[in-house]
């Protein structure tokens, strides 16, 4: 009923909408949502998909108007999937057998100066593989295709949500559309928008920042031997080197370097550029060519002090942006989005109110464990791995040895990096 009416309201003749779902407000709405999603990234969209035919009346308020880009970039960015996130991306519809996706079949690490290293091979565990490389334009466009084909989803673009007021049984958020304001009424608001995020700041809840003093530098660049589904992670005194497998002579790379440097190294011309990753990576991989452009990230962890408040959840970047070492950070967010949804469905077959204190609470507790070992791990190993101390470059070396060595330790570190973590979402417990 709640969408149904709501859904009529923004398809009124008051309100244009165009193919890709882009709504315009030039009227009241009153309806009250079951869920309203405040961000339309990977992680807001992913979560919206997954509720589209629960019965549940669920808008995405995403703050620019959505763009399929079908032209190919050769500098873009690019994503490592955990295999528990392929999994659940194939079950929503998002990725097939079509979708430009590179398995991950072998990953090898190492650390510049230390002896010993790790190679992890799927094979060898009696995995397909260990998941998949995907450029972000084409996950974020097989997205948007997923969301015009939801059938009952109702979706608000361009609108930022720019105020939220509590009330005993809703809440009431303002959506900003250009110089339109309009208000909107949902048992529970969904906090997806990323690092930054508002929904955050104005339910009051305070985050932990750390300043890593380092940028990754994303880019991509071509092989001179095809990398045939090895990734390689790299370490060095300042920062990780990712060298990730794109398919035929295409590699992704990422490069952390000290803040200060990266503009510097953003800006060199490619064969300055080139010999600067090789005098980091090694020859490894062979030779390296054809840099894409260059563009620096800075590096911080931001973990919000908590996930939820009144109808309120933060998922994704929102409740917790990490280092990308170890590409964990999509794959921990798709997790928050995926319990979320189990619950949110389970609430809806039951009759249950989507914004109670139980069911956040629930949300919470299942996703503690995977949210604090995910975010520790991750800060932990830029910390062990970026330090010269001579006792801990002979540890450091000893645990590479080890892990190369032993089949249930090897087995147990590629679990744990295939999102196979704690309370695992349902959508991805294949293996």
Request: net charge positive.
């Amino acid at each position: 009923m709640y969408r149904t009416a709501l859904a009529a309201a923004l398809r009124s003749p008051g309100c244009e909408r165009t193919r890709l779902g882009r709504v315009r407000y030039h009227r009241q709405v009153n309806e009250t949502l079951d869920v309203l999603i405040v961000g339309g990234g990977l992680v807001g969209a992913s979560l919206a998909i997954a509720l589209d035919d629960s019965g549940l009346a669920v808008a995405l308020a995403e703050a620019v108007p959505p763009r399929v880009d079908l032209q190919p970039s050769y500098d873009e960015r690019n994503l490592a999937l955990a295999r528990a996130s392929v999994n659940a991306l194939e079950a929503l519809g998002v990725l097939d057998a079509a979708s430009p996706a590179t398995p991950i079949r072998r990953i090898h690490v190492s650390r510049r100066g230390d002896f010993g290293a790790a190679r992890l091979d799927a094979a060898e565990l009696g995995l397909p593989a260990f998941g998949a490389v995907i450029p972000a334009r084409e996950l974020g466009n097989a997205l948007l295709r997923r969301l015009d084909a939801c059938t009952r989803l109702v979706r608000v673009a361009p609108a930022k949500a720019v105020a939220i007021e509590a009330n005993a049984d809703a809440l009431r958020v303002d959506l900003r559309s250009g110089d339109s304001t309009r208000s909107v009424r949902t048992r529970l608001l969904v906090g997806a928008d990323g690092s930054e995020s508002f929904v955050r700041s104005a339910l009051g809840i305070d985050v932990q920042r750390h300043d890593y003093r380092q940028s990754a530098i994303v880019t991509a660049v071509t092989v001179d031997k095809p990398l045939d589904g090895l990734a390689y992670e790299r370490f060095t005194d300042s920062g990780p080197v990712a060298l990730l497998p794109l398919g035929e002579r295409r590699a992704g790379l990422v490069l952390s370097v000290p803040t200060e440097q990266a503009e510097g190294v953003a800006a060199l011309d490619d064969a300055a550029f080139i010999a600067f990753v090789h005098e980091r990576f090694g020859w490894r991989a062979g030779r390296f060519t054809r840099p894409g452009r260059r563009k620096p990230y800075p590096l911080a962890r931001v973990l919000a002090d908590r996930t939820s408040a009144a109808r309120s959840v933060l998922v994704g970047n929102a409740a917790q942006t990490v280092h990308p070492l170890g590409a964990q950070g999509f794959n921990l967010g798709l997790r928050d989005a995926l319990v979320l949804a189990e619950l949110l469905r389970d609430a809806q077959s039951s009759g249950a109110d989507p914004g109670a204190d139980a069911l956040l609470a629930r949300h919470v507790e299942r996703r503690a464990d995977d949210r604090a070992a995910t975010t520790a791990f991750s800060d932990e190993l830029v910390r062990l791995t970026g330090s010269d101390f001579l006792p801990l470059r002979i540890a450091r070396s000893l645990g590479l040895h080890a892990l190369d060595r032993i089949a249930p330790l090897k087995r147990g570190f590629a679990l744990r990096g295939m999102g196979f973590r704690g309370d695992t979402p349902a959508a991805g417990l294949s293996r």
